[in-house]
Antibody
Framework: EERLVESGGKLVQPGGSLRLSCVAS????????LTWVRRAPGKGLEWVSA????????YYADSVKGRFTVSRDKSSNSLFLQMNRLRVEDTAVYYC???????????????WGQGTMVVVSS | SYELTQPPSVSVSPGQTASIVCSGD??????VTWYRQKSGQSPVLVIY???KRPSGIPDRISGSNSGNTATLTIAGTQSLDEGDYFC?????????FGGGTKLTVL
């Protein structure tokens, strides 16, 4: 069974930094792109960032480009999201998701984690 | 940037057919994916590549995509179909979600 487990969400002040993690299991880790999607309170889903199966190609939404960095580590089957210069509008539940191909382009997200909550507030 | 537009809400009586539309410029040239999210739960994939159903999704749920509009159709709607539905497509190395449609079964 495919499984994704996120961690790292917490309360952080505006301008601060946070690193989210996601441990994957149940599938060949390097064969699939992984994606971060978030949902802010009262808002819809927002695609945040993705990374190819090999880890050599990252993708970012305009809203986080230059502030967030996505990475993955095959030795620990883990996906990461380093979030810097956090803003109040980054407050959301962040989901780790798995696509169906090695690249996220035109991919669909078939497996989702339970999410981790990030609150940016003073 | 590319935008997908959905109605904020759709209401339907039990047993009737619900249709949720998603509009975008030349959307028919792209693959559309649909997700459902129930309160307090993670999203679930319900339709991919316009009209394909993942295992576990009943065949009374279907999708189509042509021109500027994609449609998710739920026949014989039940209370368990309630939730927020989001369409999604890719455009120039970026994935885009629609704003979401809340489906209520009255």
């Amino acid at each position: 069974e495919e499984r994704l487990v996120e961690s790292g969400g917490k309360l952080v002040q505006p301008g601060g930094s946070l690193r989210l993690s996601c441990v994957a299991s149940g599938f060949p880790f390097s064969s699939y792109a992984l994606t971060w999607v978030r949902r802010a309170p009262g808002k819809g889903l927002e695609w945040v960032s993705a990374i190819s199966g090999g880890g050599d190609r990252p993708y970012y939404a305009d809203s986080v480009k230059g502030r967030f960095t996505v990475s993955r580590d095959k030795s620990s089957n883990s996906l990461f999201l380093q979030m810097n210069r956090l803003r109040v509008e980054d407050t959301a539940v962040y989901y780790c998701t798995k696509g169906d191909g090695v690249l996220p382009d035109n991919d669909y997200l078939e497996t989702w984690g339970q999410g981790t909550m990030v609150v940016v507030s003073s | 940037s590319y935008e997908l537009t959905q109605p904020p809400s759709v209401s339907v009586s039990p047993g009737q057919t619900a249709s949720i539309v998603c509009s975008g410029d030349k959307l028919g040239d792209k693959y559309v994916t649909w997700y459902r999210q129930k309160s307090g739960q993670s999203p679930v994939l319900v339709i991919y590549k316009d009209d394909k159903r993942p295992s576990g999704i009943p065949d009374r749920i279907s999708g189509s995509n042509s021109g500027n509009t994609a449609t998710l159709t739920i026949a014989g709607t039940q209370s368990l179909d309630e939730g927020d539905y989001f369409c999604q497509a890719w455009d120039t190395d970026t994935a885009v979600f629609g704003g979401g449609t809340k489906l209520t079964v009255l």
